[in-house]
């Protein structure tokens, strides 16, 4: 099942009409939804590195929505996924010591791991979101240093021997924040294990879940481990040409299924501050020739008058394969962020988006929901997990899955 990288309160969301009836500015985007998959609210992780686990699980909780409408309260609990993650990876660090990373973030596989080893729970059997220090919202401001502090002291050590009583200290550090993880609980009326709570009542199976990336240094149609801090189980995603792998998402989401969405939101495109269209992600083509005639152009050949960088219809910046593998090779590409993809939309130009559901609670015009262009997808995805029965039936035979 080692097929996966990388890569953060209930009921259904009504999603917000976007649509407004006041007159709008020429250049404000307004859109309608041409496909809504089911998605439970928006959460927010607050003061935390913790996205990779609201994202997983807003993922695996529409999982749980597709094969059962009727479970519309489903809300799976950050805190155990968490403190799960946290001691296996202190493990790691210790182990390789501490050349895998020790830090607040996480993949999507984690989740995936998680639910096969120890199980899932649902919010409300742990203490958070009311804390034993009080925050009623992640805040690892105090926490979190002072144990990574601990786990880097003792992957460091010069002792000959370790005591192995190091790890009752960060379990008793994990404890103290997010309480105690429970080996049985009582919800709706019956009694589970995390583990029978996964196969009894949420019915997802593990081996459903593949990981997807689109990368040339590596053969297509193959898996791979891919290269990033926090990818510290050394997961493997399989390879996609761009064009399907572009293709995997479209359809999946045209066909009911959601997926978990890692990418780069350092970009300038990634509107969350200023501006009209706020919580949109667009790749903006500037067409600049700067540096043309200069000492750049007698590195890159450009000639006088050339575009450095190609635009489509809309202004944005025509994504290659080439270029794609440039920004991770240069790491202009960044490892930032974990989302959730669950729809498709339209501007009023008919130019389609992707619908996305963050973790940042309800900030922003559309209540914590953002519009992804698909430029900026192809662009910046570093990997997806997907529910392998949503991949298009030729791309599954490629891979051998």
Same mark, same amino acid.
């Given at each position: 099942? &080692?097929? @996966?990288?990388? +890569?953060? !309160?209930?009921?259904?969301?009504?999603?917000? #009409?976007? /649509?407004?009836?006041?007159?709008?500015?020429a250049?404000?985007?307004?859109?309608?939804?041409?496909?809504?998959?089911?998605?439970?609210?928006?959460?927010?992780?607050?003061?935390?590195?913790t996205?990779?686990?609201?994202?997983?699980?807003a993922?695996?909780?529409?999982?749980?929505l597709?094969?059962?409408?009727?479970?519309?309260?489903?809300?799976?609990?950050?805190?155990?996924?968490?403190?799960?993650?946290?001691?296996?990876?202190?493990?790691?660090?210790?182990?390789?010591?501490?050349?895998?990373?020790?830090?607040?973030?996480?993949?999507?596989?984690?989740?995936?791991?998680c639910?096969?080893?120890?199980?899932?729970?649902?919010?409300?059997?742990?203490?958070?979101?009311?804390?034993?220090?009080?925050?009623?919202?992640?805040?690892?401001? &105090?926490? @979190?240093?002072? +144990?990574? !502090?601990?786990?880097?002291?003792?992957?460091? #050590?010069? /002792?000959?021997?370790l005591?192995?009583?190091?790890?009752?200290?960060?379990?008793?550090?994990?404890?103290?924040?997010?309480?105690?993880?429970?080996?049985?609980?009582?919800?709706?009326?019956?009694?589970?294990?995390?583990?029978?709570?996964?196969?009894?009542?949420?019915?997802?199976?593990?081996?459903?879940?593949?990981?997807?990336?689109?990368?040339?240094?590596?053969?297509?149609?193959?898996?791979?481990?891919?290269?990033?801090?926090?990818n510290?189980?050394?997961?493997?995603?399989?390879?996609?040409?761009?064009?399907?792998?572009?293709?995997?998402?479209?359809?999946?989401?045209?066909?009911?299924?959601?997926?978990?969405?890692?990418?780069?939101?350092?970009?300038?495109?990634f509107?969350?501050?200023?501006?009209?269209?706020?919580?949109?992600?667009?790749?903006?083509?500037?067409?600049?020739?700067?540096?043309?005639?200069?000492?750049? #152009?007698?590195?890159?050949?450009?000639?006088?008058g050339a575009?450095?960088?190609?635009?489509?219809?809309?202004g944005?910046?025509?994504?290659?394969?080439?270029?794609?593998?440039?920004?991770?090779?240069?790491?202009?590409?960044?490892?930032?962020?974990?989302?959730?993809?669950?729809?498709?939309?339209?501007?009023?130009?008919?130019?389609?988006?992707?619908?996305?559901?963050?973790?940042?609670g309800?900030?922003?015009?559309?209540?914590?929901?953002?519009?992804?262009?698909?430029?900026?997808?192809?662009?910046?995805?570093?990997?997806?997990?997907?529910n392998?029965?949503?991949?298009p039936?030729?791309?599954?035979?490629?891979?051998?899955?």
């Amino acid at each position: 099942m &080692n097929k @996966f990288i990388l +890569m953060a !309160a209930a009921a259904v969301c009504a999603l917000p #009409s976007f /649509a407004q009836e006041k007159a709008i500015p020429a250049d404000s985007l307004v859109f309608t939804t041409v496909k809504e998959n089911a998605v439970t609210s928006i959460k927010n992780q607050n003061n935390s590195g913790t996205c990779w686990s609201y994202s997983a699980l807003a993922f695996l909780e529409s999982e749980v929505l597709k094969k059962d409408p009727s479970k519309t309260d489903i809300d799976l609990c950050e805190s155990f996924l968490v403190s799960k993650t946290y001691t296996d990876r202190a493990d790691r660090n210790v182990r390789t010591h501490g050349d895998a990373s020790f830090s607040q973030g996480g993949s999507f596989y984690d989740a995936i791991f998680c639910m096969e080893r120890y199980g899932l729970i649902p919010e409300g059997i742990m203490p958070y979101p009311i804390t034993p220090y009080g925050d009623s919202l992640f805040n690892f401001t &105090n926490f @979190f240093p002072p +144990m990574e !502090a601990y786990v880097k002291a003792i992957s460091g #050590s010069n /002792a000959k021997k370790l005591n192995p009583i190091w790890k009752k200290d960060v379990q008793g550090m994990l404890d103290n924040y997010f309480g105690k993880c429970p080996t049985e609980f009582e919800y709706k009326g019956k009694k589970y294990t995390p583990q029978s709570f996964v196969k009894d009542y949420l019915k997802l199976d593990p081996n459903d879940y593949v990981s997807l990336t689109s990368y040339t240094h590596e053969p297509f149609y193959s898996s791979f481990i891919l290269e990033i801090q926090d990818n510290w189980r050394w997961a493997s995603s399989y390879n996609l040409p761009l064009d399907e792998f572009m293709r995997v998402m479209e359809e999946s989401v045209k066909n009911g299924w959601t997926f978990a969405w890692g990418s780069d939101v350092s970009e300038d495109g990634f509107s969350r501050r200023t501006g009209k269209n706020k919580c949109v992600a667009t790749v903006p083509d500037t067409k600049s020739t700067a540096g043309v005639g200069s000492d750049q #152009s007698r590195w890159t050949g450009e000639k006088a008058g050339a575009n450095i960088a190609q635009a489509d219809a809309a202004g944005e910046k025509v994504i290659t394969q080439e270029l794609r593998q440039e920004g991770y090779d240069n790491w202009t590409t960044t490892d930032d962020h974990g989302m959730q993809i669950y729809g498709i939309a339209k501007d009023q130009h008919g130019k389609e988006y992707f619908m996305m559901k963050n973790s940042w609670g309800e900030y922003g015009p559309y209540k914590g929901f953002w519009y992804v262009s698909k430029p900026f997808v192809a662009y910046k995805t570093m990997n997806i997990v997907i529910n392998k029965n949503a991949i298009p039936k030729d791309i599954r035979k490629k891979l051998g899955i």
